[in-house]
């Protein structure tokens, strides 16, 4: 079996970002508009969803962050990882938010930016678990909706945002990528980002995440039934984000 899968342009997603945007027209001003993503990891959601948001003039919002931030508290004040109520108190506490004058926002708890902890291999391993508290989620949901009420022209990303968050969401996609494909990319940036990445290893750790993620009661990985379904794995980064481009400004002016 060939264990390195051919991806096509996978090292070229963080690249593309910061470039202006293709089409600066943006939607009419006035209007509140709600864009949800969701999918699983590795297929390019999250800078695909702040891409977007660039080219429409919407903010963007990262729920991942959210629920990374969370984690990390546990870790980092040494909450037992079981003790529901603890977890949720402490996050309460630490007044999770946004700074919206960077690009992207940064999160912040207790004032400080924590951004830079929230990528740590510590924080990816025990972050699914965290995120099927039900409380939490409950929590987490409640400040998605208030930032949408403040930031009514959003795009946001996750896996519960078209399902539970935002079910009455203007447009709605769910992006997807095979197993193999989406273990690929994160080689690639991991490799990029001058760190040891295993295929085999990554490639497990994804499809743990997916079977997490997708089987917990509450906010389960799910594809809206209303949502435009759309299969990365052999789109380049520029297709896919034209590709969504195209649907919103066809359902946004109609
Ligand atoms: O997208 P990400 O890898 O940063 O997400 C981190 C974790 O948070 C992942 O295990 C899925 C979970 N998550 C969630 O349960 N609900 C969301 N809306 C966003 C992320």
Same mark, same amino acid.
């Given at each position: 079996?060939?264990?390195?899968?051919a991806?096509? $342009?996978?090292p070229?997603?963080? =690249?593309?970002?910061?470039?202006p945007?293709?089409n600066?027209i943006?939607?009419p001003?006035?209007?509140p508009?709600?864009?949800?993503i969701?999918?699983?990891?590795?297929?390019g959601?999250s800078?695909?969803a702040?891409?977007?948001a660039?080219r429409l003039? *919407?903010?963007?919002l990262?729920?991942?962050?959210?629920?990374?931030?969370?984690?990390a508290?546990v870790?980092?004040h +040494?909450?037992d990882p079981?003790? =529901?109520?603890?977890?949720v108190?402490?996050v309460?506490?630490?007044d999770l938010?946004?700074?919206?004058?960077?690009d992207p926002?940064?999160?912040?708890?207790?004032?400080?930016?924590?951004?830079?902890?929230?990528r740590?291999a510590?924080?990816?391993?025990?972050?699914?678990?965290i995120?099927?508290?039900a409380?939490l989620?409950?929590?987490m949901v409640?400040? +998605?909706?208030?930032?949408?009420h403040e930031?009514?022209? *959003?795009v946001?990303?996750?896996?519960?945002?078209g399902t539970v968050?935002f079910?009455?969401? =203007?447009v709605k996609?769910?992006l $997807?990528?095979s197993?193999?494909v989406?273990a690929?990319r994160r080689?690639d940036? *991991?490799?990029?980002a001058?760190?040891?990445?295993?295929?085999?290893?990554? *490639?497990?750790e994804i499809i743990?995440?997916?079977?997490?993620?997708?089987?917990?009661s509450?906010?389960?990985?799910?594809a809206?039934?209303?949502?435009?379904?759309?299969?990365t794995?052999?789109m380049?980064?520029?297709?896919?984000?034209?590709?969504l481009e195209r649907?919103?400004?066809?359902?946004?002016?109609?």
């Open positions: 079996m060939n264990a390195t899968p991806v096509p $342009d996978a070229k997603v963080h =690249a593309k970002i910061d470039l945007p293709k600066p943006v939607l001003h006035s209007r508009i709600i864009v949800t969701d999918g699983p990891a590795g297929t959601k800078s695909v702040r891409t977007l660039k003039g *919407l903010d963007f990262d729920t991942g962050a959210m629920y990374r931030a969370a984690a508290i870790i980092d +040494q909450i079981n003790d =529901a109520d603890a977890i108190a402490q309460h506490s630490a938010h946004f700074d919206w004058k960077t926002p940064t999160i912040m708890a207790w004032d400080r930016p924590i951004a830079a902890r929230i740590d510590d924080v990816t391993a025990i972050v699914s678990p995120a099927g508290i409380e989620r409950r929590l409640g400040e +998605q909706r208030l930032i949408a930031h009514p022209r *959003l946001t990303e996750g896996r519960d945002q968050v079910p009455d969401a =203007a996609f769910y $997807d990528a197993p193999e989406r690929a080689a940036q *991991l490799r990029a001058g760190r040891s990445a295993d295929l085999a290893d990554l *490639l497990r743990a995440r997916d079977q997490s993620d997708s089987t917990r509450d906010g389960p990985l799910r809206p039934p209303d949502a435009i379904r759309i299969d794995s052999s380049t980064f520029d297709r896919v984000v034209d590709t649907e919103v400004r066809a359902r946004a002016t109609t």
